[in-house]
């Protein structure tokens, strides 16, 4: 038996893949056929994973394909009492235009993609529902994540009940994911190599020139732009989809300040927010939720001593040598 923990997180990922789906059924072709692969795999995570939970495999050296999983789901509904899913010919459909694509080479019609976005979300509702008494809404994605500052402040959205304060929690969501994320990867005496700047620009009033007022805009205007720039570069270097976070940006127009020597940021409006509906909620914690796993995908880890033993010291004479090499 799956324990709830897993099957939770397999669920959340079937959910994440059908939403994925949603989103790309949406876009234009050649991009929005990829949404049939979406729902293809999402639903056949949902099968192994019902299967899976009640001790359902195939025989040793075969596999169970696209249909016979669904079939077999289906007969175990069937042994509940519980009426089948009369998905059939929609799933048929689904697994014979996903044919198409990888092996022919031809697209699907927008109808195509419809039907196909219509059957995989309420298939997967159906069999939640039916299979683990749990409403789509139930599934969250955010039990993709471990557990973490970003993933209080996600699942604290949930108890918000006003607009500012569900901005809020997503502007501290995504500020947290990338702050602990940036954390773990400083080199002791030395700067993160996320910092792209070699050395902190002097502020105005560090100058000594603060009381010119030409030369104290121009020093302020480039620290901002450049802070700026690194922000943005920052974004593009731990491999965020730009353009979801520009969206990000517009939806949550917060500014995040960090405080010297403090682990809670400052925040601040950059214009009156827009009303969130749910769909612009939904995007902007997917969004998070890719970035966090995006950054899970490419995560390494450094030493604590790292820099700081004698053991990585290189004796003089080796040194030397080297360097009498180079030219």
């Known amino acids: 038996m799956i324990s709830k923990e897993d099957r939770m997180r397999r669920l959340a990922f079937a959910k994440y893949l059908i939403e994925t789906g949603s989103i790309n059924a949406d876009n234009v072709l ?15 995570f ?5 299967l899976e939970d009640h001790g359902i495999s195939p025989k040793p050296g ?13 007969n175990e509904l ?7 899913s009369s998905f059939r010919a929609s799933l048929k459909k689904l697994k014979d235009r996903r044919v198409d694509i990888k092996h022919k080479g031809s697209f699907p019609s927008p109808q195509d993609i419809s039907e196909a976005r219509y059957a995989a979300i309420n298939l997967f509702k159906e069999f939640c529902l039916k299979f683990y008494e749990l409403d789509y809404d139930d599934i969250d994605l955010v039990d993709l994540l471990p557990d973490s500052r970003t993933k209080k402040c996600l699942l604290n959205i949930k108890d918000c009940t006003g607009n500012i304060e569900i901005i809020g929690n997503l502007a501290l969501a995504f500020a947290y994911l990338l702050k602990d994320f940036e954390s773990t990867k400083n080199i002791p005496l030395s700067r993160s190599p996320y910092q792209l700047t070699k050395k902190r620009q002097l502020r105005a009033n560090e100058t000594g020139l603060d009381e010119i007022k030409p ?3 121009y020093i302020e205007t480039t620290n901002d ?3 700026s720039l690194e922000e943005n570069l920052k974004i593009i270097a731990f491999g965020i989809d730009y353009n979801k976070y520009a969206q990000f940006k517009f939806l949550v127009p917060v500014n995040i300040y960090w405080i010297l020597s403090s682990d809670e940021p400052r925040r601040t409006l950059r214009y009156e927010p827009i009303e969130l509906d749910n769909n612009q909620i939904e995007f902007c914690k997917n969004f998070i939720i890719e970035s966090a796993l995006k950054l899970q995908q490419f995560d390494f880890k450094i030493p604590e001593d790292f820099g700081l033993t004698t053991s990585l010291e290189v004796p003089p004479t080796k040194v030397i040598k080297y360097f009498s090499i180079v030219k």
């Open 30 to 44: 050649p991009y929005s056929a990829t949404a049939l692969l979406n729902f293809h795999d999402a639903l056949e």
């Open 46 to 50: 949902l099968f192994d994973l019902i």
């Open 62 to 74: 075969k596999e169970f394909y696209f249909m016979t999983m669904f079939n077999k789901c289906n």
């Open 78 to 84: 069937k042994k509940k009492g519980l009426e089948k």
């Open 215 to 217: 030369i104290r805009d």
């Open 225 to 227: 732009n450049i802070e």
